[in-house]
């Protein structure tokens, strides 16, 4: 029997919200947990691959994730989140296998091909199950802490787990892929034990009985024009952005060439990864550590031009400066990405295909870094680290400028910009964040 929610102040949670929780927590974890993430460079230049080869199937990869993720929202949303989660689990397995079946050129593509369409397939998908479970619970007001408490697991996860790796391989040389495909396979645990959603996770498939690519058409066009006409779902996605682009090309691009510019050797590099790893996966699960004054569009904004101030601020300073301003960097990542998606997810009309509308965002987050990616490089050529910092935070302020001018413009509607988080429930979780005009919930309750 399930336990009823809480009517006093703000919801309890439910068995079945727990259940949620909980499973999404273990499925976050262990299909994001890839061990072979620190060794794969040294990994393929071992089996014989060259730059050229390593780097080109790297943009393969790009290119193949921005193509899958409108078809695979496309899917999450006709055949159900669920089924969608397990698929993912499912093509992840199989995909971290492919290099200990065959260590070669062939096999490592067909590997990322196949790590592309497993993450698409999830991307959207998960984010969208757990909202609408804890929403059809009445428990959506825990959703910011779960999204960011999973993130967190999973950043401390890598931290425990990314040391042993070197290790590990001595032993077996393929183990960092046995482990990531057992992982993943566990993952899929998780994903069938899911509970399922009455009326949320079935997909639009079997309400409507559309089937084929007339169906699918008519789900692409309902998130396009859901995105074209709601401005302000439109203009929290482009909000994303500036987040999204920054801490990828930070972390993943920019890391080492920063740290090698202030003569960090690459000796320290793992522990500066760690402890970046630990200030984000702490401030991922702290979300309601921010003041509740601002609303959550006001504090995306501030985090995101925090992003870029630390980004300029490496200029000066020394090695300990530095290593500082990236753990600052780290912690304002974790505390943002769960506000964003949440707001994201809050700006989602009801009833619209709500997995395809995330899987669009994500299609524009790495469109743009795909295209700063390039730019990045120019930049490192030419020896010209500093300016890209610079220009760096100065377009993403310039992007953020225009985002507050359309909201001052009456653009978008002050109600639609988010209120102010109120105080946290007796179990810690803040309170939801905005709901903008247009939600199910604006429709039932007036904001605060």
Known sequence: MRAAPSRAGTTGLTHTARRIIRLNYGFQLLFNLLWWMPVFYAYQKAAGLSDGQIFGIQSIYYVAF?????????????IGTRNCLRAGAVVMTAANLAPVVSASYTGFLVHFLAIAAGRSLTSGAASAYLYDGLRAEKCDEHYLK??????????????VCWPLVGPLMAVAHPTPYV???ASAAGSLVCAVALPRLAGADGGTGKRDGGRGGGAFLRDAG?????VASSRWLALVMVQGVAIFTLSRICQVNLFQPI???HGIAEASHGGVMAAM????AVASARPQWLSRRLPPVAWVSILSLALAGTLAAMTFGGP??????LCL???????AYPIQRKLVNDAVPADAPRATLLSVESIVDRAVCALAAIAAGAYLAAGRLDALLWHSALATAVLLGVFQLLLRSGVVSRESAGRAVPPAPPGGTPADAADPPGTARSRVRKPL
């Open 259 to 261: 740290l090698l510019d």
């Open 222 to 226: 309902t998130a396009l024009r859901c």
């Open 179 to 181: 482990l990531s495909a």
């Open 320 to 325: 300990w400066a530095v290593v500082v301003l």
């Open 146 to 159: 779960a999204e960011g408490t999973a993130r967190a697991l999973g950043l401390v996860a890598k931290v």
């Open 66 to 78: 921005c193509l899958f993720e409108i078809p695979t929202g496309l899917i999450a949303d006709r």
């Open 277 to 280: 790893t630990v200030a984000e």
């Open 329 to 335: 960097f780290a912690a304002a990542t974790g505390f």
